[in-house]
């Protein structure tokens, strides 16, 4: 199945208040999961979460790594009040500070992190070498790095199929969200070749769910 792209940013007020609202726990704690499982060593540092969304991945990191300091940066500013009013409800401000920014930005990349993390952000990218180049920017040598993004079904069906077991609940549009995002999803192969062409081909690649795929590894010295 092709991919169909979608919108790059999800900024109606109405979009960001259902996704606030939704319960990503298991996804989200998967991810946290994921990368201390793949960077035992990391503890403590200056991390940007790029697409943060409503900072429910950053808090959750935060959770788990007292010690991080995290920027989340996103292109839409609805989604950054929602996750703002999370972060202050939390009483993490000490600890996650969120900024409104648009990639490719050239400000973000003079700037360098411990590690750099990302979830559901690929997809929406007009371009997809946008995270990659990015991450090269930013990251310090050595800084892990962790990706994490929905997996394109191998067809209509199965896409329905994963809209009806893990979002029977959610509203329509959130429903129809969750699809149009699955049909702008990427498959491995298509990652790996990104990664190729931006000279991270040293990453690694993984399916950890049958509908997630996780990109891992640390910047070259």
């Known amino acids: 199945m092709h991919r169909t792209p979608e919108p790059e940013l999800m900024d109606t007020p109405e979009q960001a208040l259902a996704y606030a609202s939704t319960d990503f726990s298991e996804p989200h704690d998967a991810f946290v999961a994921h990368f201390r499982q793949r960077f035992p060593d990391f503890h403590e540092g200056e991390v940007l979460d790029l697409g943060c969304g409503t900072a429910d991945v950053a808090m959750r990191f935060c959770w788990v790594y007292p010690g991080a300091q995290i920027l989340g940066v996103d292109g839409a500013p609805a989604m950054l009040q929602c996750g703002q009013e999370m972060i202050d409800g939390n009483e993490l401000g000490g600890h996650i500070h969120l900024e409104h920014r648009y990639l490719p930005d050239e400000t973000l990349a003079a700037q360098h992190f411990d590690a750099v993390i990302s979830n559901s952000l690929l997809h929406h990218l007009d371009d997809p070498m946008t995270l990659w180049e990015t991450v090269k920017q930013v990251a310090k040598p050595g800084a892990p790095v962790l990706v994490m993004d929905l997996m ?7 896409a329905f199929q994963f809209v009806r077991q893990y979002a029977s609940d959610a509203p329509p549009h959130m429903q129809k969200d969750f699809y149009h995002s699955l049909l702008a999803s990427y ?3 298509e990652v790996k070749r990104q990664l190729y062409k931006a000279d991270l081909d040293h990453f690694q ?15 070259d010295v």
């Open 205 to 219: 690649v993984e399916i950890v769910s049958d509908r997630h795929i996780l990109i891992w590894g640390t910047m």
């Open 152 to 158: 394109r079904p191998t067809s209509i069906v199965e």
């Open 187 to 189: 498959r491995q192969q």
